[in-house]
């Protein structure tokens, strides 16, 4: 048997009783569990599962053939109870998690990224307030993971481009920041998202980031789309 631990991504109802999980591993990557029998009757323990970041451990044998892994021994490691709790994390979670799950790759094993995840939403879970650019520093520095963190060479000059991933003088590519957005762009790039750390945008600021890092996103990773839950998180934040 194989042990193991991870994130859980997305849940899907499977028929009438069962769920399908994308779980981000430590050892292995992106894993699709079937679990059986969690729907119909009183499953608390599916309950505390089916939220996005969830960290479980499981055990599977590693000569199934399926792409769907059927899981052993499955238990909670880590519930992060306290930001699923809270409505506007909750919300942030489920859009974050739809992100994070596009960047991934099926088989690309990265100890290195799953501790930065491990260590990010730990903060996430633990801070009351300054949360709310939580996913922007995520996905800025995800970035550094799959090999396009934004170039910092030239860092005074006034654009940066979208598409080369630097800065620019020159105002001329179609995916070209303004020079208030690349400001703003500058300002993230040198921030940190900490314990102690506090918002330092404005509203307006983080919608048109969020904007901004979807679209470096899209650029930089084939098949990458819009996240379903975009429209939510903007009125959220914009509240």
Not at 21 to 50: C, E, H, P
Not at 82 to 106: D, G
Not at 128 to 144: D, G, I, M, Q, R
Request: hydrophobic share 35%; glycine share 4%.
């Amino acid at each position: 048997m194989e042990k193991t631990k991870g994130f859980v991504l997305t849940s899907i109802k499977y028929g009438d009783t069962s769920a399908i999980l994308q779980v981000y591993t430590q050892d292995f990557a992106l894993v699709s569990l079937m679990l059986r029998g969690v729907y119909g009757g009183k499953n608390k323990r599916f309950k505390s599962i089916n939220y996005p970041f969830t960290e479980i451990e499981f055990s599977f044998k590693p000569q199934q053939k399926s792409s769907l892994l059927i899981p052993s021994n499955l238990q909670v490691s880590n519930s992060f109870f306290e930001m699923h709790q809270h409505p506007i994390k909750a919300i942030m979670l489920q859009f974050i998690a739809e992100v994070v799950h596009q960047c991934l790759k099926q088989d690309e094993k990265n100890l290195d990224l799953y501790d930065f995840l491990e260590e990010q939403i730990q903060i996430f879970n633990n801070k009351k307030e300054h949360f709310a650019e939580f996913h922007l520093n995520l996905f800025l520095n995800l970035t550094s993971y799959f090999g396009f963190f934004p170039n910092q060479e030239n860092f005074d000059f006034p654009y940066f481009d979208l598409i080369e991933g630097r800065f620019t003088q020159q105002n001329k590519s179609p995916y070209l920041l303004s020079a208030q957005e690349t400001e703003d762009w500058k300002n993230l790039m040198q921030s940190e998202f900490t314990e102690e750390s506090k918002n330092q945008f404005n509203k307006n600021s983080r919608q048109r980031l969020t904007e901004i890092l979807l679209d470096y996103l899209r650029i930089h990773l084939d098949g990458f789309r819009e996240p379903k839950s975009l429209l939510i998180l903007k009125e959220i934040l914009s509240a």
